[in-house]
């Protein structure tokens, strides 16, 4: 069964009807012990950096999540889910965020639309079970103001081009975050949720 974490904001019944149309078991749980029962898991997202935090805090699923990834069961966060995994963002520079990947997410400057919405090429920059059957340069679709700048550039699987080359997808075990919503990307996002179900 696919855990797809729920804290009170993101697209929630987008990413369940994507798994479910692949056939996959999954369900939206919001507590530790829901979470424990579950064969992998995703934390989706759109919304706040510090109240996303604040609910997951809360909710005591913060611990629950870092426990659940020491057991080596596959996560992936999706767009803000992708940041929450890292130790801060610029948008509430106060808060904590999970912790898991080191690094931060900042705010995209410069001479461009932000955010940063619609179609966009992803650059596998590394092999990776999440992407068997994803040609490089693949569109996928995007939608955010914030991008990830990881400690370790061995985290990062691929890449896009907005304003300068950003890490768009990062993986480290059996951890996984990516920036864009495969949920909205078609075909190719289809096929990386997919795969992130075999792994």
């Known amino acids: 069964m696919i855990g797809i974490i729920d804290y009170g904001m ?5 990413v369940l ?16 012990d829901e979470l424990k029962k579950m064969a992998s898991c995703v934390l989706p997202g ?10 997951l805090n809360r909710s005591r699923m913060t611990k629950a999540i870092k426990e659940y990834v ?25 808060i904590k965020g999970l912790g898991i990947i080191k690094g931060n997410a900042v705010r995209f400057r410069g001479n461009v639309k932000i955010p940063h919405i619609g179609w966009n090429q992803l650059k596998i ?15 996928v679709y995007f939608c ?7 400690r370790k550039k061995s985290v990062v699987i691929g890449e896009t081009n907005y304003i300068k080359n950003y890490a ?6 059996n951890v996984f975050g990516i920036q864009f919503h495969p949920e909205k990307s078609q075909a190719i996002g289809l096929k990386i949720l997919e795969n992130f179900t075999k792994l």
């Open 70 to 94: 020491q057991i080596k069961r596959p996560f992936m966060g999706i767009c803000l889910g992708l940041q929450l995994l890292f130790e801060s963002s610029q948008e509430s520079p106060k």
């Open 144 to 150: 955010h103001s914030y991008y990830v700048q990881p």
């Open 168 to 173: 768009s997808v990062v993986a480290r075990d």
């Open 46 to 55: 759109v919304g706040a950096f510090a109240d996303a935090m604040n609910i």
């Open 125 to 139: 920059i590394k092999k990776n079970p999440l992407f068997r059957g994803i040609n490089n340069g693949s569109f």
């Open 17 to 32: 009807n994507a798994f479910l149309s692949l056939g996959k078991k999954a369900k939206i749980i919001s507590s530790p």
């Open 10 to 14: 993101g697209n929630l019944h987008s």
